[in-house]
């Protein structure tokens, strides 16, 4: 099993930025964490989860064309960790933010979820 713990998220006025967080647990995860494309995900009432952004174990990211140049995704192996480094945050980036870690063997595993809310 994998754990996946979500932080950072928050309330914060345009222009602004959050880091957000999330710590991946669990024996499965320590074992084979590498294998893992993690990712960041949102979905804003009435809309469809979308991907934010993603990243290999070995370092390969993948953007959203909504957050490019504002976003910032990256990995910390050794702790685990998956960080989203939000600038210049605009209000239509309101969402429940989720961690995804995914490997292609077929297993799955998602967050709780943090809400980023961007207003002023």
């Known amino acids: 099993q994998v754990q996946l713990v979500e932080s950072g998220g928050g309330l914060v006025q345009p222009g602004g930025s959050l880091r957000l967080s999330c710590a991946a647990s669990?024996?499965?995860?320590?074992?084979?964490?590498?294998?893992?494309?993690m990712g960041w995900y949102r979905q804003a009432p009435g809309k469809q989860r979308e991907l934010v952004a993603s990243i290999s174990d070995g370092g390969s990211t993948n953007y959203a064309d909504s957050v490019k140049g504002r976003f910032t995704i990256s990995r910390d192996n050794a702790k685990n960790t998956v960080y989203l480094q939000m600038d210049s945050l605009k209000p239509e980036d309101t969402a429940m933010y989720y961690c995804?870690?995914?490997?292609?063997?077929?297993?799955?595993?998602w967050g709780q979820g943090t809400q980023v809310t961007v207003s002023s």
């Open positions: 669990g024996s499965h995860f320590s074992i084979y964490g590498l294998n893992y494309v």
């Open positions: 995804n870690a995914w490997w292609r063997t077929g297993y799955d595993y």
